[in-house]
């Protein structure tokens, strides 16, 4: 068996060497590295590095060297040979036949690089010459340099079917055609692929000439002809310009994807050097593998037109199974109509750079898209939004970013359907004689829906305070945000009020003494005070539904609703005993104004059962969100 330096590059190139050496070796992230304590060694301070962009790990303390094949040769002491076999299986690669036409093979391999290289320079000598006069036209008239033009090695084909492959004859016709410079076809001899076409190099991460695009100089079609998948080339491994952006991205920190060949290098003369771009494709899994062993965000910066933005959410789409912590897109979105070639040159590299300082995360893209999709006016359309948001998140293979997505993607849909509660303002009873004549009244909010009518059947200011409780208990930190509220707050008699002290007691101490309690050391606490039955009882799944009264609620959702529910405790007493003197003095005394005032606090006591009501509503949406979701 043969295996051909091609073979054993491209096998490291489809190997993440940091997911590798991670399946034995517990890694850090450090900066664009991993580091971690080397494995060859005994030390107890980190000084083994792990580099994917450069595809090798090296020890500083002990000069460990090596690749992803050295890794399993010398760490985990395979063969050479099985220790290819088991990467290749890994990257869905086969070995070379076992014969000697494998040798043959691997001997004209040799002889691609050289015969792409040797076209790359022919075609540049064209574009220097007379027949590429309109060639260079062009590059003028885009506003491409010299300088530039020399640096991605532009060249010109020319209008002729034999030009290329007389100058290329010591190579043969059957190298040239395995090298996609002819084309070959039945009964007829073979002739130049690329014809009347400006020509761009595409190169692999080592600089090499292993394929190239042809744009089109004048009308016809195809606009950009790209090589076919040869020996050197697979299109939906390749991307344009990244020998050049590898660097220039560990620079500058981020990797700019856009849609051609003549953006890359418009913004690359522009100053925006860590630019790349798939080969006229979407971009497949093993582009976006490429891209991310460069950035952990790579900003997607895609026209604005419908193609563009297609192509956005179809790589959006692309990338949910494979995000991981810290790993995913950002998309920048060009005006209507301009590419980032436009852009540049009409309104210089300083407007194309404010885009990148904001650009839309992956959540905001996937929202976006999904929102505009249709009109969202009946609940079934509602229901359809929430049946996509769950389906894309369902997509994501790891826990904790499906997890993050589909509480995202809650919240959002919450923000979007939900009532907006208005901030608490406590009543005050109006003096008599101060409303004037004919002065409008201002309703609060809506009646009291359906799913408040069992908390009003049960005395609200009991159940409620019943629900405060056991969410102080569930978020102990909470209490001294309320200190001042819940000191002054009467609560209800009995145990449930002994209780209430204990807990606002527990707080006092803990900010004495500088402690801080979680809700299992409230429980201990309580249980030796005598409490631990109706704390318990309080805390069962059959209470009031609030978020904060459960167990795995998301934090900031939780104090939310606890500081709203704490706010309608506060308010009910003062609103029952305002309408209890109305009442008083309409039963003493009949009067206009008395009986306007009477039915504004009964309207006032139906609000606050409707904040209440949407308390408990909200919760149950989110936890029928979470459950589609899972």
Not at 426 to 441: I, L, S
């Amino acid at each position: 068996m043969t295996l051909s330096p091609q073979f054993l590059d491209e096998l490291r190139a489809r190997t993440l060497l940091s997911s590798l050496i991670g399946r034995t070796t517990k890694l850090q992230k450090a900066g664009r590295e991993f580091r971690a304590c080397c494995p060859f060694h005994n030390e107890k301070s980190p000084s083994f590095y792990v580099n994917d962009d450069k595809g090798f790990y090296h020890c500083f303390g002990c000069s460990a060297h090596g690749d992803a094949i050295r890794w399993l040769t010398d760490q985990q002491g395979l063969p050479f040979m099985d220790a290819v076999k088991e990467l290749a299986q890994s990257a869905g690669m086969e070995l070379p036949a076992m014969d000697p036409r494998a040798a043959e093979k691997a001997e004209a391999a040799k002889g691609l690089h050289e015969a792409c290289a040797d076209a790359a320079t022919w075609f540049t000598d064209q574009l220097n010459g007379i027949a590429g006069s309109e060639a260079r036209s062009i590059l003028e008239k885009r506003g491409i340099k010299p300088e530039t033009a020399r640096a991605f090695a532009l060249g010109y084909a020319p209008d002729s079917r034999g030009k290329l492959k007389d100058a290329l004859k010591d190579y043969g016709d059957p190298l040239l055609i395995e090298a996609g410079l002819l084309i070959s076809v039945e009964q007829k001899t073979p002739y130049d692929r690329f014809r009347g076409r400006l020509m761009i190099p595409i190169r692999d991460p080592r600089g090499r000439t292993v394929a190239f695009g042809g744009r089109i100089i004048g009308d016809g079609e195809p606009k950009y002809l790209n090589s076919p998948e040869t020996p050197l080339f697979d299109k939906g491994r390749t991307l344009y310009n990244l020998d050049r952006a590898g660097p220039a991205a560990r620079k500058s920190g981020r990797v700019l994807v856009v849609e051609g060949y003549m953006d890359v290098i418009a913004l690359a003369q522009a100053g925006f050097e860590e630019a790349v771009a798939p080969l006229g494709t979407a971009l497949t899994e093993a582009q976006l593998e490429r891209l991310w062993r460069m950035s952990d965000v790579p900003i997607l910066c895609l026209d604005g037109d419908s193609a563009g933005q297609k192509a956005a959410i179809r790589a959006a789409h692309r990338a949910l199974p494979m995000l991981s912590p810290g790993r995913s897109l950002a998309f920048v979105t060009l005006p209507q109509g301009q590419d980032p070639d436009d852009l540049v040159r009409l309104k210089g590299p300083a407007a194309f750079e404010a885009l990148l300082k904001t650009p839309d995360p992956l959540v905001d893209k996937l929202w976006t898209h999904e929102l505009a999709l249709e009109p969202l006016d009946t609940p079934e359309q509602k229901a359809g939004l929430k049946h996509r948001l769950n389906e894309l998140a369902g997509h994501i293979v790891d826990a904790n970013v499906k997890h993050e997505y589909i509480a995202e993607f809650r919240r959002r849909y919450d923000d979007l359907y939900t009532r907006k509660r208005e901030p608490f303002r406590p009543f005050t009873p109006q003096p008599r004689g101060q409303r004037k004549p004919g002065q409008p009244w201002k309703a609060p909010p809506g009646p009291v829906g359906e799913g408040v009518k069992g908390v009003r059947a049960g005395g609200i200011d009991r159940i409620l305070a019943k629900a405060v409780l056991a969410g102080l208990i569930r978020h102990p930190a909470e209490i001294a945000r309320h200190m001042e509220v819940l000191g002054s707050l009467k609560m209800a008699d009995g145990a449930l009020g002994k209780l209430f002290e204990a807990v606002v007691d527990l707080a006092v101490e803990d900010m004495h003494s500088g402690k801080t309690l979680d809700s299992d050391g409230v429980l201990t606490i309580l249980a030796a005070s005598g409490f631990d039955i109706i704390a318990h009882d309080l805390l069962r799944a059959d209470q009031l539904s609030c978020s904060f009264t459960q167990k795995d609620a998301e934090p900031a959702r939780a104090r939310e609703d606890l500081d709203e529910a704490i706010a309608i405790l506060v308010a009910r007493p003062e609103v029952d005993a305002a309408l209890a003197d109305a009442t008083a003095e309409m039963q003493a005394r009949y009067s206009n104004e008395a009986f306007e005032r009477q039915i504004a606090l009964v309207k006032e006591q139906q609000a606050l059962d409707a904040r209440l009501a949407n308390l408990v509503q909200a919760n149950e949406d989110a936890r029928v969100f979470s459950a589609e979701g899972n």
